[in-house]
Structures are given as structure tokens and as C-alpha cells.
């Protein structure tokens, strides 16, 4: 294969870092797809990184070591971070969005592969440190925007149903009362889904009372599974008391007012 110039090297690391998000690249994988000595490729990373830092695009992280080597995480600055947040806001707070019952209209942007890939990105950037093995959640609503967030971090998804298939083989089932309806419902996970020790990050797109993840915490507790943090798209302000208390929101709702066409929905403090 004829060699590639600088610039070719850089834009293809790129593609490849950005393209599969935190898997680790070896430099010996670049050496055989580029036939150029390690201290080259050292020098392309360090532009990839720099340039990918400076204009808020991405990390790309070093790791040492006879296993070392580079990986990349879609991560935005802070600012851009919020901005987006307030968009989705805004957008989510226009009174034509307000069903009967006081609800939102949701379907459209939480089904955007724009909007959910964004999401997953801050997602992914909060809760990365923690080291998940697995993103975890419950079909189906919240698949979209778990399938985004394990995606940025390079993890498997694993989705909890409301009822089990033959073709997942044996399963833990357990029963729960969802705080919002209070109604029982069920959640089913393979057995074969999960392993002893793993690391899950629990996301889903909505909280209210928080049944739902104190579920799904209950869930990994039969595996023997720590949970290292939950995420939701949005988290209703009321009730306050929570049966999960440690998560992280994108968005707070406040109060639907139908009659005036307001909603009080803003982006959480965190961010």
C-alpha cells in the first residue's frame, strides 16, 4: 500500500477513533494499517487530540502500558453542552405541545437520531469516569436514547422487557409498583445478560417517582451487579422524595398548566 501523507494519517485516525468511541486503538493497529514508525503516529495523535480539544469535539485519552494505546469519547464542551439543553427546552416548553392529562409530546424529539445522539454524548461525559460495563434499561421508550448513550461509550446495551421470550432462554423476573401509576408490573431480564461484578449505568427517558429505576437497581442486585449511576432524559419536580436519589436529569419539569398553555421545564442544574 502507498504511503499516506500527514494529512491523510490525521483524517483517517480520526474516522477511526470517531467512528467506534471508546474502543481502545493499539498503536501497533495503526503501524500495520500505516506502515510508519510509532513516534509518526504518536505525533498524528497528538494533532488529532489537540485539534479535537481545542474546538470542543472530542477527547481522545492515552492509555500506558504493553496494553496502552488511544481512544476517543464524543464529548462537547460544557457550553455547547448547555446551550443544546436549553434548545431542547425551549422547544419542549411551547404550548402546542401539551396533551390532555398535562402531559408532553415527547415522540418527536426523543425518536431524532440528532437530538438522542446529542443527549447520549452528555450523557456519556457525566457518567464515563464511573467505568460502566453495560448501559441498562427498560423497553421500551427508554431504548433510544440507552442504545445512544452506550454507543458514545462504547458498551453494551442491555434491555430489561415487561415480559420474557422464549428465545432469550431462563430469566430473572421480578415484580415492582411504578410510583407514577401505581399500578404492579413486571421486568424480565437473560440471565446470560449480565455477568457477576459488572458495572451498569441505568438511563431511561423519563422519571417521576423513580419506580422504574429503583427497579431496575433491585434488577441488577439479583446479578450481583453494581449500579455506578442512573441517568433520565427528564425528571419531574414533584414529588421531590424520589425512591431513587442519586441521578442525573438533562431537564427538570415543573408544572403543565393546560388551560394557559405553560410549561415550566429547564435544564438542570448540573449542567
Known amino acids: 500500500m502507498e ?40 505525533e498524528d495523535i497528538t494533532t488529532v487530540r489537540t485539534v479535537l480539544a481545542q474546538y470542543g469535539l472530542g477527547v481522545v485519552e492515552s492509555v500506558n502500558g504493553a496494553a496502552g494505546g488511544v481512544r476517543f469519547y464524543p464529548f462537547n464542551d460544557d457550553a455547547s453542552d448547555l446551550k443544546f439543553v436549553q434548545s431542547v427546552s425551549k422547544d419542549l416548553a411551547g404550548p402546542e405541545r401539551i396533551v390532555p392529562g398535562g402531559f408532553l409530546y415527547t415522540v418527536d424529539l426523543f425518536s431524532d ?5 446529542r443527549m447520549g454524548e452528555i450523557f456519556a461525559k457525566r457518567f464515563y469516569r464511573q467505568q460502566p460495563d453495560v448501559v441498562v434499561t427498560v423497553e421500551s421508550m427508554g431504548v433510544p436514547i440507552s442504545l445512544m448513550v452506550a454507543k458514545a461509550l462504547g458498551k453494551p446495551l442491555v434491555t430489561a422487557r415487561r415480559d420474557n421470550r422464549i428465545s432469550e432462554g431462563s430469566v430473572v423476573t421480578i415484580n415492582y409498583v411504578s410510583a407514577s401509576s401505581k399500578r404492579v408490573q ?27 429505576a429503583k427497579a431496575l437497581a433491585s434488577m ?27 441521578y442525573a436529569a438533562l431537564m427538570l419539569l415543573g408544572a403543565v398548566d393546560e388551560e394557559a398553555g405553560f410549561t415550566d421545564i429547564r435544564p438542570a442544574e448540573w449542567l
Open 3 to 42: 504511503k499516506l501523507k500527514r494529512s491523510e494519517r490525521v483524517a483517517a485516525i480520526t474516522r477511526a477513533l470517531s467512528c467506534e468511541p471508546g474502543r481502545l486503538f493499539t498503536l501497533r493497529e495503526f503501524v500495520e494499517w500505516f506502515g510508519c514508525a510509532k513516534s509518526t503516529l504518536s
Open 220 to 246: 441488577m442486585q439479583e446479578f450481583d451487579v453494581q449500579v455506578c449511576g442512573t441517568g433520565v432524559i427528564v425528571a419531574t419536580q414533584e414529588p421531590r422524595l424520589k425512591r431513587v436519589q442519586d
Open 186 to 212: 413486571t421486568m424480565s431480564l437473560p440471565r446470560r445478560s449480565l455477568a457477576v461484578g459488572q458495572r451498569a449505568l441505568i438511563i431511561d427517558d423519563f422519571m417521576k417517582g423513580g419506580g422504574t
Open 113 to 117: 437520531p440528532r437530538v438522542l445522539t
